[in-house]
């Protein structure tokens, strides 16, 4: 693990100052060069999440048929200002 991956696990990025979260993955605000994107594309491999199954055909069927079902408002039928 790199230096900078164990910082963003323990960091709240989202409340840094953003030239510091620059600073620290080495970037600028117009992106990276096409040569440093190559760079970090053959070192780290595509920025993408893991694929997941989605739901069952039997697991669809099954929410759609038994899933939460709305209930009636506990003001239904009872006139207005009562």
Do not use: K
């Amino acid at each position: 693990m790199t230096s900078i991956q164990a910082q963003r696990r323990d960091e709240e990025w989202h409340a840094q100052d953003a030239d510091d979260v620059l600073r620290t993955f080495e970037t600028h605000p117009t992106g990276l060069s096409d040569r440093e994107a190559e760079a970090r594309l053959a070192a780290h491999g595509p920025n993408r999440l893991p694929e997941t199954a989605g739901p069952s055909a039997v697991g669809l069927l099954l929410a759609q048929n038994y899933g939460r079902r709305p209930r009636p408002c506990p003001d239904a039928g009872r006139p207005a200002g009562a």
